[in-house]
T-cell receptor, first 114, second 117 residues
Framework: AQSVSQHNHHVILSEAASLELGCNYS??????LFWYVQYPGQHLQLLLKYFSGDPLVKGIKGFEAEFIKSKFSFNLRKPSVQWSDTAEYFC????????????FGSGTRLSIRP | GAVVSQHPSRVICKSGTSVKIECRSL??????MFWYRQFPKQSLMLMAT?????????EQGVEKDKFLINHASLTLSTLTVTSAHPEDSSFYIC?????????????FGPGTRLTVL
């Protein structure tokens, strides 16, 4: 069965530290990839998405992600985090053959120390 | 950006009663709406996909007679939890997409916290 794995359940960083959150998926076909963020008390928001083209995708708030097809990975990065980045981050995958259905990873909670 | 609302935000009910949750797309027409369930500290689990005017497609393991979904218009979908039991207590989140098909962006509602006593 298709799955999305986020191995970091809780990441704690200091402000200005660099961030990388891992995401791997298990599906051999063509996929679309997403990162969503859920700030405390708020609803899910799209950070960035990859459909095709340049595997390095830039999103909002300084985030970027790189699609590495050979590794089935789509890791999220940010060079310098801020306290306001404290949130839950979800990686998600949409199978190219499955119209609109999105499968979410288990999420990574990011805590930033001021 | 596109806004999706849910009502109510929180509901507490007695075991055996039914609860209806509404999901509305406020500034766009949603061809497709999705219902998710999120347990504490866990991910979103897709329950069903609904297209306006047709029956919902339920994920494996989701009881369609227990979780009734109606997508009567392009801006409204409802989820009714029938004969609710404590194990149905959860956070229910809807999302709406303006188009069908692959990779169309979904816009998420703020969620509804259901507690069944």
């Amino acid at each position: 069965a298709q799955s999305v794995s986020q191995h970091n359940h809780h990441v704690i960083l200091s402000e200005a530290a660099s961030l990388e959150l891992g995401c791997n998926y298990s599906y051999g076909g063509t996929v679309n990839l997403f990162w969503y963020v859920q700030y405390p008390g708020q609803h899910l928001q799209l950070l960035l998405k990859y459909f095709s083209g340049d595997p390095l995708v830039k999103g909002i708030k300084g985030f970027e992600a790189e699609f590495i097809k050979s590794k089935f990975s789509f890791n999220l990065r940010k060079p310098s985090v801020q306290w306001s980045d404290t949130a839950e981050y979800f990686c998600a995958v949409n199978r190219y053959s499955s119209a609109s259905k999105i499968i979410f990873g288990s999420g990574t909670r990011l805590s930033i120390r001021p | 950006g596109a806004v999706v609302s849910q009502h109510p935000s929180r509901v507490i009910c007695k075991s055996g009663t039914s609860v209806k949750i509404e999901c509305r797309s406020l500034d766009f027409q949603a061809t497709t709406m999705f219902w998710y369930r999120q347990f504490p500290k866990q991910s979103l689990m897709l329950m069903a996909t609904s297209n306006e005017g047709s029956k919902a497609t339920y994920e494996q393991g989701v009881e369609k007679d227990k979780f009734l979904i109606n997508h009567a218009s392009l801006t409204l979908s409802t989820l009714t939890v029938t004969s609710a039991h404590p194990e149905d207590s959860s956070f229910y989140i809807c999302s709406a997409s303006p188009g069908q098909g692959i990779g169309n962006e979904q816009f998420f509602g703020p969620g509804t916290r259901l507690t069944v006593l």
